[in-house]
């Protein structure tokens, strides 16, 4: 019997490889398909077309083993993945030359990918490649580096850089330079972009990218030009409206995972024995705190201490804490209710 069990174990094996090197080759398929609709300048996405493909695999699992709804939901991850290698093939051309500051780092070199995809000609300058003088013929120089070392950058560039050359910086707090952003805007193509995605993004496709206005239109409208790929989502705001925003959107996402494990840490209970028993939403929350736990620690924390609505943040935090623990640990559950009850009226209103 256990012969058997082993062998069976073996077949699945066999049969998962086989799976898996299907959907590598639809994935090629796809990437094919992507290419011509490129050369036609046919849209990357189709809702008929995909619909009909969900319609066939549930058709295909049909009085079969499978359930459909299975079959359904593997047939969406890949169209996902299809749309996502479809999305990353450049549709435009940018024949310039882009010098990254801080290119060795994981954006860095995501940025000098996206670039190089796009024809462009990518120059890196970071702590152990190049100086600030090879930023002096380049088109468009991008400023990526830990937040507390931008504003010094941003004045490397500003002393060596041609007049007419865009410069912007892509860092997830504005604060401590934005005067420094805003003077330069003054004079100088200078803005200040934030990608709200990571480096193992494929594609533009979904993703969020703010463009800051620091005072210099043109700049705005160039930097929002690079990143106007098709699925791409651009935001265009103020650099003092940008940090309003990502104290909650970032700071306090970030905090409320870290306050979530950080209790659980501190309760004494085994997470082991906590994950036996997990409900569907304290694994929902899981599935957001655990990524937080082994993230960039010296990054987030500036994320935190240097965005100067953080304090702000942390008064509403304290606020909205003490509110729901009164209503949770209230005789009566009128106020919790109505805790709820305006919640669901938040995001109806959106």
């Given at each position: 019997m256990t012969k058997d069990l082993e062998q069976l174990r073996k077949d699945i094996e066999k049969i998962d490889r086989e799976i898996v090197e299907l959907m590598i080759r639809r994935n090629d398929a796809a990437k094919e398909i992507g290419v011509l609709?490129?050369?036609?300048?046919?849209?990357?996405?189709?809702?008929?077309?995909?619909?009909?493909?969900?319609?066939?695999?549930?058709?295909?699992?049909?009085?079969?083993?499978?359930p459909q709804d299975v079959s359904e939901s593997v047939c969406r991850l890949l169209i996902e993945s299809s749309v996502e290698l479809q999305s990353a093939i450049p549709k435009k051309r940018c024949e310039k030359k882009v010098t990254i500051v801080g290119g060795t780092g994981g954006m860095g070199r995501w940025l000098?990918?996206?670039?190089?995809?796009?024809?462009?000609?990518?120059?890196?300058?970071?702590?152990?490649?190049?100086?600030?003088?090879?930023?002096?013929?380049?088109?468009i120089v991008i400023i990526s580096v830990p937040i507390s070392s931008v504003g010094s950058k941003l004045k490397e560039a500003d002393a060596v850089c041609r007049k007419d050359a865009l410069i912007f910086d892509i860092s997830s707090v504005k604060s401590p330079f934005a005067d420094i952003l805003k003077g330069m805007a003054e004079r100088r193509k200078v803005c200040s972009v934030h990608h709200m995605f990571g480096p193992s993004a494929v594609s533009m496709l979904g993703r969020n990218v703010v463009v800051c206005d620091c005072g210099c239109k043109e700049a705005v409208s160039e930097a929002a030009e690079l990143f106007d790929s098709e699925g791409s989502n651009l935001i265009f705001t103020s650099i003092e409206r940008h940090d309003e925003l990502t104290a909650y959107v970032l700071a306090f996402a970030h905090a409320s995972n870290i306050?979530?494990?950080?209790?659980?840490r501190e309760s004494g209970i085994p997470f082991n024995e906590l994950e036996k028993i997990s409900s569907s939403t304290f694994r929902k929350c899981l599935s957001a705190c655990i990524p937080v736990s082994e993230e960039n620690?010296?990054?987030?924390?500036?994320?935190?201490?240097?965005?100067?609505n953080a304090e702000e943040m942390w008064d509403v935090f304290e606020k909205a804490l003490k509110e729901v623990m009164g209503a949770s640990l209230s005789h009566t559950p009128e106020m919790f209710i109505e805790l709820m009850e305006k919640g669901k009226e938040y995001f109806r209103k959106g």
């Amino acid at each position: 019997m256990t012969k058997d069990l082993e062998q069976l174990r073996k077949d699945i094996e066999k049969i998962d490889r086989e799976i898996v090197e299907l959907m590598i080759r639809r994935n090629d398929a796809a990437k094919e398909i992507g290419v011509l609709k490129n050369e036609l300048g046919i849209a990357v996405r189709n809702k008929d077309v995909e619909k009909k493909v969900i319609e066939r695999y549930r058709r295909m699992a049909e009085n079969t083993s499978l359930p459909q709804d299975v079959s359904e939901s593997v047939c969406r991850l890949l169209i996902e993945s299809s749309v996502e290698l479809q999305s990353a093939i450049p549709k435009k051309r940018c024949e310039k030359k882009v010098t990254i500051v801080g290119g060795t780092g994981g954006m860095g070199r995501w940025l000098q990918r996206y670039f190089t995809g796009l024809g462009a000609e990518v120059n890196i300058v970071s702590r152990s490649v190049g100086c600030a003088d090879d930023m002096k013929d380049s088109d468009i120089v991008i400023i990526s580096v830990p937040i507390s070392s931008v504003g010094s950058k941003l004045k490397e560039a500003d002393a060596v850089c041609r007049k007419d050359a865009l410069i912007f910086d892509i860092s997830s707090v504005k604060s401590p330079f934005a005067d420094i952003l805003k003077g330069m805007a003054e004079r100088r193509k200078v803005c200040s972009v934030h990608h709200m995605f990571g480096p193992s993004a494929v594609s533009m496709l979904g993703r969020n990218v703010v463009v800051c206005d620091c005072g210099c239109k043109e700049a705005v409208s160039e930097a929002a030009e690079l990143f106007d790929s098709e699925g791409s989502n651009l935001i265009f705001t103020s650099i003092e409206r940008h940090d309003e925003l990502t104290a909650y959107v970032l700071a306090f996402a970030h905090a409320s995972n870290i306050v979530f494990f950080t209790a659980l840490r501190e309760s004494g209970i085994p997470f082991n024995e906590l994950e036996k028993i997990s409900s569907s939403t304290f694994r929902k929350c899981l599935s957001a705190c655990i990524p937080v736990s082994e993230e960039n620690a010296p990054l987030y924390h500036e994320i935190q201490h240097l965005n100067e609505n953080a304090e702000e943040m942390w008064d509403v935090f304290e606020k909205a804490l003490k509110e729901v623990m009164g209503a949770s640990l209230s005789h009566t559950p009128e106020m919790f209710i109505e805790l709820m009850e305006k919640g669901k009226e938040y995001f109806r209103k959106g």
